[in-house]
């Protein structure tokens, strides 16, 4: 519970999911624009001020699980992407 | 025009001349040209008895007294002025060098004097005045002897006590001979020097007050003084302390005028008859009166500076306050101290069984501060001298009355105009203004913006009161889901018996975490011993690198580095590193801890590695994580022609002792076998140097933005003491200190310093010791490497995997490629970044 693991999409898209409790789950592109590193899943999952977060591994800004949008920088947000889950199968689709 | 300043000698007084003339003049129409008859340029005299501790003259300097880089300032050490030719306006050095000069400044600072006792120039008999004379009574203190060694200062004064502090540092046992009725005659008066006898007694001094040295004489190696009252004393040596003389000579010879009991006469200017030539520091008798300290000489500096610059000054009337700390013992003595003022009152409060004396001298209608005494508890020194010559806030006896039952002086009570720190003069007014008007809300930033706190540093527990009498709270907050510091989480995580971070923050915080709180308190759990540091929800609280129990780098890969416990390695333990590199594909480096970092590793590929090195009898060295990093160690006595004790084998000890240790930041430490130090440890966080007696052990060092060298906390302890008390130090930092808060920070912060340390961890203050010893018996039980814990356990293992849906599948976004020929990070352009 408040974790993310990485999943490999068609192309080479990397997707970070993140299970919250209450079984949210949120996806975003797993590329951290600051560093490149394709870390986001391995981050630390909270809050801020009740918006549910990632915090890079890297260079540690925090990213909005909801909307992928930086709250250390506004001018920087990271892709989401939509999860469904059916049967206990987790799907991730487009943007 | 250039004009030619000449200053004749280089202490601390010429010292902040230089300084103050160079920053009164920035066009630099003053060339300056210092004549110094010391080897080294200016340094911190007043705290010369610190100087025993650890013997390095750097830790005395005077930043910027060597003038480096400012072309404007010429210095010649070594070779003082001998000659002044007053018509042609030059001066002639020892060496013959002659200069002219626009204006002279005299700061030829005393002499320490002997008196004309038989034998007073024998080997083995001292003076206290210099680095060279500390150097010299080290080499006479460290010769072989019989039994304990014992030492006999000359002068009960302050310098005289200092030496006595200084030589029992040094491991002898001094007496002290005062001439006077009693110790620091001249500070304090009978009841304080009453009660400071008998602090300084049970501290291992001898004290022979009211009576003289009648004559030294020599046996073989040693020693043998009578005092007046008939004593005889059986010694390895003798230091003279009793007072000192003014260096006028120069004056004498050049027809200047002297005072009557010596010194350079001057005006209250600090010109001498000739216009042209002023007096500075100890040599000057200003308006017929000598200084011997240096906030005097300090304000006379100041004074000639700015005439010199252009603007007028007069000697104000000196601060002759005084505090020192004596092997403990507080002595402070301000303002009219003996009641000399007409008509004046005397309140004293004293408590034999404290052992605290304080008088206060105040008018005749006790309103008004004049003065006063404190001997034991001089924590109400900084409030009180401020308060001299001003109104009492209170009846004088409720502010002595102890704590709890009197009227405390607050900050509040000092007027603007009020002094804090007394070494760079800097006011209250002038802080409150730093504080509300230029924003520094911490004491750091007080400092740098007007320099009080920064020479004796006594006034930094004011700095932290006017901070909050300003209103600014320091929030000790962690984020912004816990009210609590780190400190408080600790005792509430241990009270409590809590044992998961839903059940810390749903009771005593707020939210679900963060990037903060979550490595805080995962490694509060850690320290208190909750199994692997990813077992259950443990693994999800974790920073990156304790998660994967390997160090991140910049392209998502890890490093990784296995324990070399003191870099001591066997040849076929290397072979098994560089094959696993090799098969790996590692790139491979030597640390700066005498280990080898693995890097380039990816996240399914660390289990692989592990299990090699873990087969081969290596463990996790922890470089990931705010814990034990590495003991550093030089060779030691085994291998080193000058080792004294066997460095590596206790580093070895001490590594696999506090293996794994979860702490508020990294912890270094290193082992040197003998003094010359090569293993570094200083810049650690405990560092222990090999005596011929043991080990010292030195606290509070790092490299890092700010170096710091460590300091001494204990001398010469066998290593079952000393262990003891290291397990007490790491176990008080851990749970006291704030979370990335490295040791040296945390006792700077501590009220009472190093000191306060010493007495919780040495002297059990708090009688806490044999909890903390317990805390790391425990820790050290408990000890289990976390690499194998993962091998050994399939769902912390299956965690190691790159993609959930394609385990096995490298990351496709990492690559390297070939640089000195090893694999390096082909890093990848920042991506696009995707607008909203």
Redo the contacts between chains.
Sequence with gaps: ???G????LAG?V?VA?FR??GDEFHAL?N?D???????LA?????????S??V?S??Y?Q?FDLR???CLDDE?????TFAVRVTGGVVHVGSP | MTRTLVVAGHGMVAHRLVEAVRTDDPAGTWKIVVLGEEARPAYDRVGLTSYVDGWDPAKLALPGADYAGDDQVELRLGDPVVAIDRERRTVTTRAGFEQGYDALVLATGSRPFVPPVKGHDLPGVFVYRTIEDLDAIRVAAGKPGRGRRSALVIGGGLLGLEAAKALRDMGLSPHVVEMGPRLMPLQIDEGGGGLLRRLITGLDVTVHTGTSTEAIEADGDRLFVRLGNGTELDLDLVVFSAGIRPRDELARESGLDTGARGGIAVDLSCRTADENIYAIGECAAVDGRLYGIVAPGYAMAEVVAAQLTGGEATFPDPDMSTKLKLMGVDVASFGDAHGVTEGSLEVVFNDAVAGSYKKLVVSDDSRTLLGGVLVGDASEFNTLRALVGRRLPADPGAILAPAGGGAAVGVDALPDAAQICSCNGVTKGAITHAITGEGCDSVGKIKACTRAGTACGSCVPMLSKLLAACGVEQSKALCEHFTHSRAELFEIVRATRITTFSEIIRKHGKGSGCAICKPAVASILATLGNGHILGGEQATLQDTNDKFLANMQRNGTYSVVPRIPGGEITPEKLLVIAQVALDFGLYTKITGGQRIDLFGATVDQLPDIWRRLVDAGFESGHAYGKALRTVKSCVGSTWCRYGVQDSVGLAIELELRYRGLRSPHKIKSGVSGCARECAEARSKDFGIIATENGWNLYVGGNGGITPRHAELLVSDVDTETLIRIIDRFLMFYVRTADRLQRTAPWIEEMEGGLDHLRAVIVDDSLGICADLEAAMAKHVEDYADEWRGVLEDPAKLARFSSFVNAPGTPDPSISFRTEREQNVPVLLGVPEVVGR
């Design positions: 519970m408040g974790a693991v990485a999943a490999l080479d990397q999911i919250l409790p592109s590329m624009p600051f560093s490149g590193a394709a870390v391995r981050g630390i999952v909270g809050d801020a001020e009740g549910p977060t915090t591994p890297v540690k925090r909307t992928g949008a001018e920087v947000s990271v892709r």
